[in-house]
Each structure stands twice: as structure tokens, then as C-alpha cells.
């Protein structure tokens, strides 16, 4: 791996091996429909998924949203050279939504009752819905897939596996949470305004279903930022299995009342 090139180190969920590059950039090995969603977001869901700079498909570099370091001549000439080398075949180049933070506590809930694509096997759609239907997932809306923070005691990191995720009941959940959520009041402020930015782009977001995507809630436990609006982020993410009701495709009417019900469950937890 190039010396511009790091391994991530806030990865907690997802199959995709991420490396970190020139230091505020990511690179996320990813799927064609994911891709082509990013390509076709629309500006309401842009706003609250990660800034994604470029995207790259079958040897083709494609500028997105581009910051100015991404629209660096020998900066893209990097990222191609690397890219090419991998096995992988499509790419998504993105802020670091966690870049400045020092002491980041990381959350990734996976959002919505349903969960799985409309294009995959019956036997695969049968164990999502069976997942879907012994956790969370058909409770709140929500199931916790990572999480890694440390102790406001000083006792020590805690980190939170998908699988122990799976295991948790509503109020298991909600306390893992609230352990999670143990911030400053104004930073729980801006989790909540960040909830609510997405919930209102998930509300006027006409025939799309956001299967498979999770919130990632980041917030940093280091409250020595000039502004303390940088120290909370919270995204929409991962994009690979929703449906856009495209001709020819499975067509849904309406916002996705699912993901909202999760989004909305979330606001509820924090502020009680």
C-alpha cells in the first residue's frame, strides 16, 4: 500500500475493506447498483449521506461531488494507479466523515424493519427476513451492527460486534444506547438535529426504500474543537441494496415508512 494510503481505522462494520488516503479521504470498494445509486441520489439525500467526491466503475474515474482535493491532477493520478491495482471493480471516493476528530466514539445501526434487496436468492431473502424478524430490526427499526467507544469511567474501550447486536432485546438495546449517548448535552443537541435533518429527507423522498442502509453516528469525546458542531456527525450510509423503483424494477409508492420508523425511534431513545 503507497505511503498516501492507510489502512481505516474506524472501520466497525461492512464487508468492504476501506484504506484511508491522503489523510481526509476514504475509499470504499463497493458494488455497480451501489455506485449508481450515489450517481443518482438525489440533492435531499445527498445532504445527509457522506460528501462522495468521485466514483469509479470498470476502470472509469467518474468526478461526483469533487473538493479540491479530488480535483488535483496528480492527487486522481494516485487514486487510479491503486485502484487498478485491486481486484475490485467499483469504488466510491469519499470524505472521511470522522477526519479531525481525536477521540471518536463510532455507531453503526442498521436501519428499517426490512433490510434485504430486492435482488438477491429467495433463500437469502428468507435468513433476512428471519434476522429482520428476531431482533430489532421489527421492533424499533433499528439493530445495532458496531460500536466502539471508551468508557467514560476510564474503565477501558468497549466494542460492540454485529453479532452481539443480534443478540439484544428492546431494552437491552436502549441501554446500550444510553451507555453510547452518555455525551454533553449540547452535543446530544446535534445528534438529534442531525436525526431529524434525515428523517425529513427520508419523508420527502417519494418511491425509494433504503434496505440495507444504516445510520453511522460519530461523536467526538475530545471537546477541544473551536466548534463544537465538528465534533458530531451523523450519515445515511450504505447504498448497495435499496430500490429506486427504476422500470423494470419491484416499484414502491410513497416515503419508506420503515427507515423513518427507526430514524424516528432513535430521536425518542436519545431524548428520553
Known amino acids: 500500500m503507497p505511503p498516501a494510503f ?14 484511508k488516503v491522503f489523510g481526509d479521504h476514504i475509499i470504499k470498494p463497493t458494488s455497480l447498483y451501489e455506485v449508481n445509486s450515489y ?24 468526478a461526483l461531488r469533487p473538493c479540491g482535493f479530488c480535483s488535483d491532477s496528480v492527487n486522481i493520478h494516485v487514486i487510479i494507479q491503486v485502484l487498478n491495482a485491486t481486484d475490485a471493480e467499483h469504488f466510491l471516493v469519499m470524505r472521511d466523515v470522522a477526519h479531525g476528530m481525536i477521540k471518536p466514539r463510532i455507531l453503526d445501526l442498521k436501519l428499517g424493519t426490512r433490510t434485504h434487496s430486492d435482488f438477491i436468492s429467495e433463500e437469502k431473502k428468507r435468513s433476512h427476513i428471519q434476522k429482520s424478524f428476531s431482533t430489532t430490526s421489527s421492533t424499533l427499526g433499528l439493530r445495532l451492527c458496531g460500536a466502539k467507544f471508551y468508557e467514560n469511567d476510564g474503565s477501558g474501550k468497549v466494542k460492540i460486534s454485529k453479532t452481539e447486536g443480534r443478540t439484544l ?22 445528534v438529534t438535529k ?45 447504498f448497495s441494496s435499496m430500490a429506486r423503483s427504476e422500470p423494470g424494477e419491484p416499484q414502491y409508492v410513497g416515503a419508506d415508512r420503515g427507515a423513518i420508523f427507526g430514524v424516528s425511534n432513535l430521536i425518542n431513545i436519545i431524548s428520553d
Open 6 to 19: 492507510t489502512e481505516y481505522a474506524h472501520q466497525i462494520a461492512g464487508r468492504s475493506n476501506i484504506v
Open 169 to 190: 432485546s428492546d431494552t437491552s438495546f436502549i441501554s446500550q444506547m444510553s451507555t453510547f449517548f452518555t455525551i454533553c448535552g449540547k452535543q446530544k443537541s446535534l
Open 39 to 62: 450517481l443518482k441520489m438525489t440533492p435531499l439525500i445527498a445532504d445527509v449521506a457522506p460528501d462522495c467526491c468521485l466514483v469509479m466503475s470498470n476502470g472509469k474515474l467518474q
Open 194 to 238: 442531525q436525526l431529524f435533518r434525515i428523517k425529513e429527507a427520508l419523508e420527502a423522498t417519494e418511491a425509494q426504500r433504503f434496505f440495507g442502509s444504516s445510520l453511522l453516528v460519530i461523536v467526538d469525546d475530545h471537546l477541544g474543537h473551536e466548534f463544537l458542531e465538528k465534533t458530531v456527525k451523523v450519515k445515511l450510509i450504505d
